[in-house]
């Protein structure tokens, strides 16, 4: 007999719940409306970047000689023009005056093989009157009469370099010779930067390279320096690499040119880099807006206290809107909110 109230008792409970179920599925949902509007999907491009001068010059020696004094050190400001070393020139001296006397040796042993020859002419003759005189080959003396004469000019230009002078205004920020070193030519002296201005060099993605564009505005910042910077593109790399070789992404060397400089900026700070993508006006409607469903994407309406579900197409899209190729237009009422409650046709009540 138990048993039997027991049941009853269940079923009654059962009964309960799902009146309140139909009850409850027939109840207005409460909804809150919003506009389809119109506005732009800008993007912000972060990399990490390099901050150097804008420009470094570097000084290479024109001549062989030993360093007899160094006139600068690194962290000197220098002007185009400064005699920045003094060269110990003894070893070109000396050998200048050795060529020259090679040179006098050359001159003498070619001349006295003119006498020779014609000596030897003039017993030919009182042999016989009617000897030719042969014409005498000088060829090789006057060869190196002229291999002298260019070592000479060579060594006297050398002399004139006693100097080297700096090629551009700049603070020294590499120093790569000492006091009493032998130099030869074409050897690099110092590197010179121009602190007047700053620029960054930054890897950008190929994928986002695309985006950018000469002249676009860009915001740096670190943690090495207080202040926030402005700059503009100034340059991008004709070529896109691969810097990494575990990763199969190409990137686009990128340099911003910085418009302001200050005292607390160096060369060499790691830098964060933001670049501003600009666009269109687009129509948009909220993320909270759109429910998707087997792939498609949908909005809803209210008709007549009704929700009506409508698919639309969406383009582009961030963090806070899709961007509505189609199915919605600019001004449309839309739920925004909630709308994981809604099936197509539910009751609403517009809050």
Not at 153 to 159: Q, T, V
Not at 267 to 287: A, M
Not at 325 to 342: P, Q
């Amino acid at each position: 007999m138990k048993k039997w109230i027991w049941v009853i008792v269940i079923v009654l409970i059962i009964g309960v719940i799902s009146s309140f179920s139909i009850i409850a599925m027939n109840q207005p949902v409460t909804v809150v409306l919003g506009e389809v509007t119109q506005q732009s999907m800008a993007e912000e491009i972060y990399v990490s970047g390099k901050l150097e001068t804008k420009q470094t010059t570097p000084l290479y020696s024109d001549t062989n000689g030993l360093i007899k004094e160094l006139k600068v050190k690194e962290g000197d400001k220098i002007k185009k023009g400064q005699v920045l070393i003094t060269l110990n020139m003894d070893s070109v001296t000396q050998a200048l005056a050795e060529e020259l006397v090679s040179l006098e040796i050359t001159q003498a042993e070619r001349l006295a093989a003119k006498q020779e020859h014609f000596k030897k002419f003039q017993q030919q003759q009182i042999e016989n009157q009617d000897a030719i005189n042969e014409p005498l080959n000088l060829e090789q003396y006057d060869l190196r009469i002229k291999t002298h004469n260019i070592k000479i000019n060579a060594m006297e230009k050398k002399l004139v370099k006693d100097e080297i002078k700096a090629n551009a205004d700049g603070t020294v920020t590499e120093l790569s010779v000492n006091s009493g070193q032998l130099i030869s030519e074409g050897m690099l002296i110092l590197k010179a930067s121009d602190f007047s201005a700053y620029q960054v060099v930054a890897d950008i993605n190929e994928i986002e390279a695309g985006k950018v564009k000469l002249g676009m505005p860009v915001t740096i910042s670190g943690e090495s320096f207080a202040d926030v910077y402005e700059g503009k593109v100034s340059k991008m790399a004709s070529t896109a690499v691969v810097t990494d070789p575990a990763y199969k992404d190409a990137f686009v060397a990128t340099t911003i040119a910085l418009q302001q400089v200050s005292d607390e900026l160096r060369p060499g700070y790691n830098v964060n880099v933001e670049l501003n993508i600009p666009d269109k006006q687009r129509i948009v409607v909220p993320l909270e807006a759109v429910v998707q469903s087997e792939g498609k994407s949908y909005i809803y309406k209210v008709e007549q206290n009704k929700a009506v579900k409508v698919q639309i197409e969406t383009g582009k899209e961030n963090d806070e809107y899709y961007e509505v190729v189609s199915g919605a237009a600019l001004g449309d009422k839309i739920v925004i909110k909630d709308v994981e409650l809604l099936t197509d046709g539910s009751k609403v009540v517009v809050q």
